[in-house]
């Protein structure tokens, strides 16, 4: 099994800063890529930046230049450094890795979720 934490969401106000972290635990040979999803209250769930294992990186439109994600690979984790946040920031932040359990079986993994508030 495996196992994604999120941490470091809250209520922020607008033009403040949040850092969410996910480590992955488990069972597994190695993780792909990793990314940050983002749902809003009624939408659907829509990536917000994702990242390779050797550190290329990609974000929706709405959060490039406020928002940089960062991996460290020997602890398994992901993180979202989210600055000059918005209002439409405002969702339930899900951690994603792509995981090689081993060299022939690959699975996609969601963690729990983190709650993000940002008050205009």
């Known amino acids: 099994q495996v196992q994604l934490v999120e941490s470091g969401g809250g209520l922020v106000q607008a033009g403040g800063s949040l850092r969410l972290s996910c480590v992955a635990s488990?069972?597994?040979?190695?993780?792909?890529?990793m990314g940050w999803y983002r749902q809003a209250p009624g939408k659907q769930r829509d990536l917000v930046a994702r990242?390779?294992?050797?550190?290329?990186?990609d974000y929706t439109d709405s959060v490039k230049g406020r928002f940089t994600i960062s991996r460290d690979n020997p602890k398994n984790a992901v993180y979202l450094q989210m600055n000059s946040l918005k209002p439409e920031d405002t969702g339930v932040y899900y951690c994603n890795a792509d995981v090689m359990r081993s060299s022939i079986i690959r699975g996609d993994y969601w963690g729990q979720g983190t709650q993000v508030t940002v008050s205009s």
């Open positions: 990242i390779t294992s050797g550190g290329s990186s």
């Open positions: 488990g069972n597994f040979r190695s993780i792909n890529r």
